[in-house]
């Protein structure tokens, strides 16, 4: 699977994504995010791109309903990948176009991107 939630502690929801994302793998994975942040409130968001490849040509990429569903119960997310993603990423999950704080760090700045979650907003 290349989505998929690895982990739920300390207020902060981390999924990692591997791989060549398709979207019924980031529709499952946010399937459950939706699951998660109803029960626990506001949260934030740690996503890891480990070996990422792109996405699925061919998938139709347009479902925004996790967005309107749930960035209210978001408070920050911080994306890590590597650099050649950071600008399609970027416009892959509306950082421009949504109102909670986003950020991209590289693969050796996970320990900031953490303490930047765990920050004050």
């Known amino acids: 699977m290349s989505a998929e939630?690895?982990?739920?502690?300390?207020g902060i929801l981390t999924v990692r994504i591997?791989?060549?994302?398709?979207?019924?793998?980031l529709s499952a994975a946010?399937?459950?995010?939706?699951?998660?942040?109803?029960?626990?409130?506001k949260m934030r968001i740690?996503?890891?791109a480990e070996g990422f490849q792109g996405w699925e040509q061919g998938d139709?990429?347009?479902?925004?309903?996790f967005q309107v569903?749930?960035?209210a119960r978001i408070e920050k997310m911080a994306v890590v990948g590597e650099r050649?993603?950071?600008?399609?990423?970027?416009?892959?999950i509306g950082k421009w176009l949504r109102e909670l704080p986003i950020e991209y760090f590289q693969p050796a700045d996970v320990t900031k991107a953490r303490a930047w979650l765990a920050a004050s907003p």
Request: proline share 2%.
């Open 5 to 10: 939630i690895v982990d739920v502690a300390g």
């Open 18 to 25: 591997t791989g060549r994302l398709t979207q019924p793998e």
């Open 30 to 41: 946010q399937k459950k995010a939706t699951e998660i942040l109803q029960r626990q409130g």
């Open 46 to 48: 740690l996503v890891l």
């Open 60 to 65: 139709d990429w347009s479902d925004l309903s």
């Open 69 to 71: 569903e749930n960035d």
């Open 84 to 92: 050649e993603w950071e600008d399609l990423a970027s416009i892959f």
